[in-house]
């Protein structure tokens, strides 16, 4: 069956393959990756090394981030942040670790030699790092990216994540989940159609995913995970276990920074080995030589590893699934013989372990990379994702209405209707959260804003719609609007504690400041590509579908192209910026008809499709 | 603070319209998932990754309608409700309206037996639970007859009393012991 596809663009043989970057931008390491359309690769740094240690050291000459900046963590450790992740879109109130001050309204920072730095500028140091490496790669431009989160991350991590990005100047295309980018890599490779399950257990977050391969559509059926188990806490327990073999409570912040770093050691240690000895005095004067076994090490994880198994059976009964055909581990701590074996026999599959756990899902991100800069190649993969966590506003008694429930797939659009409690009741506070509690108190908030402006009405007369709407990338906006006045409001959920708006564009702006002049010319360039991709798109439309719009239509439509091909010659980036714009919501009218007209196309093949499938089974 | 009404899926076009199939209460899902997948394909957000905002605006909504479309025509019970909306039956008023008693007998002493289960010190014999999945299934298939005869007659109202109780037997069904691997037929 062929269809022309109204979203494919066109890759002429000639043209110079577009560049697509995948970052895992982890809590303990970061990735950048690269599939050229054969293989794919970790872009290594000069020195060689793949893996960039998630650790920015903030000293007062220079920013140095990795390994470099872990070779002066012991020397001047305020100065030195590793596991930025873990505060991403968090605000005071939910951090007890030490060593932040208080930034913004409500949101965090940690305090350095160079001021106040806040876990979305060090996530940002990381990314510019990683940006370097696609230089000493060799590619001289970047066309996208794609990030990946955990899975469970919400709303207010995206957000953050995204900011990061953002200041480190890198076009995003996607937020990918984790999970789902590892099943990319494997499932892209192997073809293979069936249910996939993903156990991500990374260095801060535990993952878990259910997914589905299908006609060429991943679709995630179920995603569940606990934000708050790690691998670092295996490290932490089996050093909290050496500090008790020899009688040791306290210790100074180098002391137990070496200790987990001795635990982490012996954790992959033992991996290979049954036993393994730890030599203490690396750590205090005169400390003892001892000896761990497997068996301890696993005795003291038994717990932990429960823990993300319970998770594990929470997300095959919301997937309503009871048997799957793969399993992909992911991140380090999966290596360890324990988890392999405890997981192997859940879900009575061998794990896959044929690309390294500490890579895959930079692998996946890169894969789809690829795709979505333009590099549309014959077995290409949809992936269709879900939200993590259910959204809801709050109601009477500090309850949560559910408007979005946790494992829908995204992009979605769902709107309540609410009232007022009060008779003469004019505004309206709707508190968006997100979780699964019942209270408020128990969920995250995201956002509050106010509809005003309501005629006064007895209660419940009023009419007023919530929409909630969610983007490719899991990100929300909350739309409001009182049905008989049409009295309307709209946020778009931002972390109200991570940082402004105007706070990134301040920081772009000081980046920018020397190059003032390159920047100006720059908007220009990109607002008049943006333009004439606009007019070139409308015009092939008109060619093949024009009788889609009537005299009058077309007209329209004709006349906002040609006031932006005037616009063009002005020079004028905003102008021309504002002009696109306006051309491409005259242009929606005839895009949804354009859509409408394919659906038929599209399934006009079906019922042949699923013949010569039966014939063919 | 705001105060629920009631729960609506964005008004759009019909489902069964949207992916080109027979509006009838009998859907092949096999078939349907086969058209989603295609259309998905097609006008997901991400085929539009390098095209103008306006497409992907345009792109974002369809993509999310299919979603919609999919899900609701899918479940049986979900189904049901979105055939008797589009007949312009309320359904937050089929909801509202008190079950018969027969019913709610019935539905109570389900809830008793899961209960009596849950209370229980050692853990239940597999065949019990079973037994217990058993009844509220045997229930649910029948309020599902009841449902396909009347929605296929056109008789909404006598159709929308049986979806409030396959409503009911569905929610129960969550709320029972859990199965072993080796559950009773699947309900959709």
């Known amino acids: ?617 | 603070m705001v105060s629920p009404v009631d729960a609506e899926a964005p008004s759009s076009r019909d489902y069964f319209e949207l992916f080109q199939i027979p509006v009838a209460f009998d859907v092949d899902v096999e078939d349907l998932a086969r058209r989603f997948k295609l259309l998905q394909k097609q006008f997901h957000p991400d085929r539009f990754a390098g095209n103008s905002a306006a497409e992907q605006r345009v792109a974002a909504q369809m993509s999310a309608e299919l979603n919609a479309g999919y899900q609701t025509l899918k479940h049986e019970v979900k189904r049901a409700g979105y055939m008797l909306q589009q007949s312009g039956i309320d359904l937050s008023r089929l909801e509202r309206e008190p079950v018969d008693g027969e019913f709610l007998m019935q539905q109570i002493e389900l809830r008793e037996q899961a209960e009596a289960l849950r209370e229980q010190a050692t853990s239940p014999d597999a065949s019990v639970i079973e037994q217990l999945h058993q009844s509220a299934l045997a229930l649910y298939q029948s309020n599902l007859a009841a449902f396909r005869l009347a929605i296929g007659e056109g008789e909404f109202e006598a159709a929308g009393k049986a979806w409030v109780k396959m409503l009911y037997l569905a929610k129960l069904r969550q709320e029972l012991p859990a199965l072993g691997s080796s559950g009773v037929a699947s309900w959709s």
Request: aromatic content about 4%; charged content about 25%.
């Open chain 1, 1 to 617: 069956m062929q269809i022309a596809e109204p979203g494919a663009v066109e890759q002429a043989s000639d043209r110079p393959r577009k560049v697509g970057l995948g970052i895992d931008l982890g809590t303990t390491n970061s990735l950048i990756a690269h599939f050229d359309g054969q293989a794919l690769s970790v872009l290594a740094d000069d020195a060689g090394r793949s893996s960039l240690p998630s650790v920015v050291h903030y000293g007062a000459a220079e920013i140095t981030v990795g390994e470099a900046a872990m070779a002066r963590a012991v020397e001047a450790s305020p100065d030195t942040i590793a596991s930025a992740k873990r505060f991403m879109g968090k605000h005071r109130g939910e951090v007890s670790d030490e060593g932040y001050i208080a930034f913004a309204e409500e949101g965090l920072a940690f305090a350095t030699s160079r001021g106040p730095v806040t876990p979305v500028e060090v996530s940002a140091d990381i990314l510019r790092a990683l940006k370097q490496r696609a230089d000493y790669a060799g590619f001289d431009r970047i066309d996208g990216v794609v990030i990946t989160v955990p899975a469970y991350f919400d709303d207010a991590q995206r957000q953050a994540t995204r900011q990061a990005a953002e200041l480190a100047g890198l076009p995003v295309l996607r937020l990918l989940n984790e999970p789902t980018a590892a099943a990319v890599a494997y499932g892209l490779d192997s073809g293979d159609e069936g249910v996939i399950a993903v156990y991500d257990l990374g260095g801060g977050t535990f993952d878990i995913s259910i997914l589905r391969l299908e006609r060429g559509v991943f679709e995630v059926l179920a995603t569940g995970g606990d934000s708050a188990l790690g691998g670092d806490d295996f490290d932490r327990l089996l050093a909290d276990y050496l500090m008790q073999q020899i009688n040791t409570e306290e210790c100074s912040a180098a002391q137990q920074r070496g200790f987990n770093a001795l635990g982490r050691r012996l954790k992959e240690d033992l991996t290979e080995h049954s036993s393994v000895t730890a030599d203490l005095s690396e750590i205090m004067p005169d400390g003892p030589t001892l000896t761990v076994d497997r068996d301890t090490l696993n005795a003291l994880c038994a717990p932990l590893i429960n823990r993300s198994l319970d998770a594990c059976r929470r997300c095959l009964a919301d997937a309503g699934i009871d048997r799957v055909d793969q399993v992909v581990l992911v991140g380090g701590s999966t290596r360890m013989p324990a988890v392999r074996e405890v997981v192997g026999a859940l879900f009575a599959r061998e794990p896959l372990s044929d690309i390294d756990p500490d890579q895959v899902v930079a692998m996946g991100a890169a894969r789809q990379a690829d795709l979505l800069v333009g590099n549309r190649g014959e077995d290409d993969v949809l992936l269709l994702d879900v939200i993590p966590l259910s959204l809801g506003v709050e109601t009477y008694g500090g309850l949560v209405e559910r408007i979005v429930q946790r494992n829908t797939t995204i992009p979605v659009v769902r709107a309540q209707e609410f009232t007022t409690a009060r008779d003469g009741q004019t505004g309206l506070l709707v508190h968006v959260v997100q979780g699964e509690r019942e209270r408020v108190e128990d969920c995250r908030s995201l956002a509050r804003f106010e509809l005003s402006g309501i005629p006064p009405m007895v209660a419940g007369a009023a009419r007023i719609r919530v929409t909630f709407q969610v983007d490719a990338d899991g990100l929300l906006e909350v739309s409001a609007r009182e049905e008989s006045t049409g009295q309307a409001a709209q946020v778009v959920v931002k972390p109200s504690y991570g940082l402004a708006d105007t706070a990134i564009a301040d920081m772009l702006r000081a980046g920018y400041e020397n190059a003032a002049a390159d920047m100006q010319a720059r908007q220009l360039t990109e607002a008049s590509v943006d333009a004439e991709a606009l007019i070139a798109g409308i015009a092939a439309a008109l060619e093949t579908d024009g009788e889609l719009l009537d005299p009058g239509e077309r007209g329209a439509l004709e006349a906002a192209v040609t006031a932006l091909e005037e616009m063009l010659s002005s020079g004028d980036a905003e102008a021309i910026r504002g002009a696109t714009e306006q051309t491409g919501r005259a242009s929606e009218l005839f895009a949804a008809r354009r859509m409408d007209r394919s659906i038929q196309q599209a399934l006009a093949g079906v019922s042949l499709d699923s013949l010569e499938q039966d014939v063919g089974e």
